[in-house]
């Protein structure tokens, strides 16, 4: 008698999940492309902050290299250039580097366009340092 009822019970079960056949594949089709497309923004955003801190490194290095005493724009152009082709291979994309001396200041500025992951989304960094020229003040 328990073995009937056992076997009605499994036939009950079987005939009313019958009607969900093949939902677990359709939610898959649903839920899969949306994960990947997750995926892929926190790989676009990861990819947009380290972009961002190789022009701010960048910008940093150029600027050391101008404000020294008896530095020039050209030499921080060259030290920002030498830091971007040594790291920005991957990440930054079409930078631009502007460095700027006066006798009292230097400013330099990094601009560029981050690596493409997500179609259609073009991100841009950019990245600005400046502070006073280094220079001899004789005591007086």
Known sequence: MATNQVKATAWRVR???????GAIAAEL???????????????QFALWS??????????????????VQDGTAAAGHAAAQQLLDDLARGPLRSSQIAVERTATSASASVRG?????????????HAEAAGEVERFVPDS
Do not use: F, Y
């Open 113 to 125: 366009e981050v690596a493409a992951v997500l179609p259609g989304v073009h991100l841009r960094v």
């Open 15 to 21: 005939r009313e999940s019958s009607g969900e056949r």
């Open 50 to 67: 380290h972009a961002t801190h190789v022009a701010q490194a960048a910008a940093a290095e150029a600027l050391a290299a101008a404000r």
């Open 29 to 43: 089709v649903i839920a899969t492309p949306l994960l990947l497309l997750a995926l892929m923004a926190i790989v």
